[in-house]
């Protein structure tokens, strides 16, 4: 069974930052694309950023290059999402999602699983 947990979300003021977690079992991590989406009130869900199975590929979406970076820890098989100079259009739910697939891709029906998500909210 494939189970996607994300953790580091919460309240933060515009311009401070967060780490988001991706605690990934059932998959590993070198063996799927691994992602980051996220999901506004309102708005449809969005891509983030993605790293390929070889960690050769990673992408972003324009409205987190150059102050957002995912990474991956193969040992702990876990993703993250480091982010910095948070707006407030930054508020969302961000999801991690895998994919059986050789890049990364903004196309949300091209990844495999889904975690639950956790709230980012940014605030003064």
């Known amino acids: 069974q494939v189970v996607l947990i994300e953790s580091g979300g919460g309240l933060v003021q515009p311009g401070g930052s967060l780490r988001l977690s991706c605690q990934v079992s059932?998959?590993?991590?070198?063996?799927?694309?691994m992602g980051w989406f996220r999901q506004a009130p309102g708005r449809e869900r969005q891509f983030v950023a993605g790293?390929?199975?070889?960690?050769?590929?990673?992408i972003y979406d324009d409205s987190v290059r150059g102050r957002s970076t995912i990474s991956r820890d193969v040992a702990k098989n876990t993703v993250d999402l480091q982010m910095n100079s948070l707006a407030l259009e930054d508020t969302a739910v961000y999801y991690c999602?895998?994919?059986?697939?050789?890049?990364?891709?903004?196309?949300?029906?091209?990844?495999?699983?889904w975690g639950q998500g956790t709230q980012v909210t940014v605030s003064s």
């Open positions: 059932g998959l590993t991590v070198t063996t799927y694309t």
């Open positions: 999602a895998a994919a059986g697939i050789t890049v990364p891709t903004s196309k949300d029906n091209e990844w495999d699983y």
């Open positions: 790293i390929s199975r070889t960690a050769r590929t990673i």
